[in-house]
């Protein structure tokens, strides 16, 4: 879904660059209150997981395909504030090294594909986690559920740039279904690999999983230090 | 699974991904791709600026093998976005001691 240059016009590219900056900028405080010397690593690794995944092109109807966006996955991981960032890093990458994604259009991109996502993304998955029992099952379902919202949602966040922006006249009663079509197809996929990627780390270090913090822990035989425990909110 | 354990396993599954699986993507255009191409949003999208940078298009340039070409710059990706997104997320941290009060000795990290 990387928007190159030349789709939106120059405002509305300026717009969509001042909303990812103040997107970012918030995502800055917010995720302080995420991360920790366990989660920060995970963040990182996060966000060379989504690099890496967003390079799997994997095909869906008609010769057409399409990739992990990644912020759903990322919300869920390791927080939502933390997740827009671990986007950002990703797709600021492409744009500078390899050329993936426009310049004038990173505003846009940033905006659609790592706000947008990650927002939409984690607010369906905390209110599916609200309402499913608690337990790993849930949370993975509930990851599942928010990655396959997550990439329509983005794709319609496109539409409205485009609406306001468009350097073309394409009319949206075209824009709109044909988006809208191929992205429910790719959010298929994107749901599939944040589920499986979320259950697997379940699998391994449920204690790590931003979303699934609440949880009623095993108990374990080790000793550890003690930890003030918060109740989940 | 130890914390250091699950990062290496991490890190080689999104090298092994990013270096030797891409090759396998499907080359077939994306869905905005596909879409501003047959409904024509893309009738006036602009070359990028830096096409022409070695590492343009998830391939390095020089390297004429299409498999080491898309693998090298698939893991040269991972490396700097392991690299800057740890940095990153490592200063943006909330420290233990600054909220629960017990002074943790200084920590030394590469």
């Known amino acids: ?233 | 699974m130890s914390m250091k354990r699950l990062l290496a396993l991490g890190v080689l599954v999104a090298a092994v991904l990013a270096g030797i699986v891409s090759y396998y993507a499907s080359s077939s255009p994306d869905g905005l791709e596909r879409v501003a191409g047959d409904k024509g949003i893309n009738a006036k999208e602009e070359e990028h600026p830096l096409g022409d940078s070695p590492l343009a298009d998830y391939g390095v340039k020089g390297v004429e093998d299409e498999r080491a070409s898309v693998g090298l710059s698939g893991v040269i990706g991972v490396g700097v976005v392991l690299v800057v997104g740890t940095g990153l997320f490592w200063g943006l941290r909330s420290r233990p001691g600054s909220r629960e009060g017990s002074q943790s000795k200084p920590k030394t990290h590469s």
């Open chain 1, 1 to 233: 879904m990387h928007v190159p240059d030349g789709f939106i016009d120059a405002p509305v590219s300026v717009t969509a660059g001042a909303i990812a900056a103040a997107g970012i900028a918030v995502s800055l405080r917010g995720a302080r209150r995420e991360l920790d010397d366990l989660t920060a690593p995970l963040a990182g690794l996060t966000a060379a997981f989504v690099f890496a995944a967003q390079m799997l092109n994997f095909p869906v109807a008609g010769g057409t395909s399409g990739h992990l966006l990644g912020g759903a996955l990322a919300a869920v991981l390791v927080g939502p504030f933390t997740g827009i960032l671990v986007v950002s890093v990703v797709l600021i990458a492409q744009a500078l090294i390899f050329a993936d994604g426009g310049l004038t259009a990173l505003g846009v991109n940033i905006t659609v594909m790592a706000i947008v996502t990650a927002l939409v993304g984690y607010g369906v998955f905390k209110l599916l986690v609200k309402v499913l029992p608690r337990t790993r099952p849930s949370v993975t379902a509930a990851a599942f559920t928010a990655a396959l919202v997550s990439v329509p949602a983005s794709a319609m966040a496109f539409v409205a740039f485009y609406a306001v922006g468009g350097t073309t006249e394409v009319p949206l009663s075209t824009v709109i279904p044909a988006m809208l079509g191929v992205h429910v197809l790719i959010g298929v996929g994107e749901a599939l690999i944040t589920g499986l990627t979320v259950s697997s780390v379940l699998a391994v270090r449920p204690d790590l999983v931003y979303g699934a913090r609440g949880l009623a822990r095993p108990l374990r035989l080790t000793v550890e230090p003690q930890k003030t425990e918060e109740a989940a909110a």
